[in-house]
């Protein structure tokens, strides 16, 4: 059984930070490209950034220069390094990953999610 955990969240002021960081774990063959989205309240879950096993890496435009995206692959976790937060970041972030499972004698292929965890940016 795989999940993922994520971790980091909270409340802060606008202009402040905060690192998520998220941990696969169980019967892991691979991963390959890990993420983040998030979902504010009203609105469609959206992609933050993403991460290859590579290290390529994809940010969002409304993140561009304010987010990080980094991985550990030894450790099976991603991080969020997040700048410059402002109000309208205000999201549930949701750890996603591409992730080879075993399964017996076979390897399976599939994409898993965390539950969640709450960023609030507010005075």
């Known amino acids: 059984q795989v999940q993922l955990v994520e971790s980091g969240g909270g409340l802060v002021q606008p202009g402040g930070s905060l690192r998520l960081s998220c941990a696969a774990s169980g019967s892991i063959f691979s991963i390959n490209t890990m993420g983040w989205h998030r979902q504010a309240p009203g609105k469609e879950r959206e992609l933050v950034a993403n991460i290859t096993s590579g290290s390529s890496t994809n940010y969002a435009d409304f993140v561009k220069g304010r987010f990080t995206i980094s991985r550990d692959n030894a450790k099976n976790t991603v991080y969020l390094q997040m700048n410059s937060l402002k109000p309208e970041d205000t999201a549930v972030y949701f750890c996603?990953?591409?992730?080879?499972?075993?399964?017996?004698?076979?390897?399976?292929?599939?994409?898993?999610w965390g539950q969640g965890t709450q960023v609030t940016v507010s005075s």
């Open positions: 996603n990953a591409d992730i080879t499972a075993r399964r017996g004698w076979f390897q399976v292929a599939d994409n898993y």
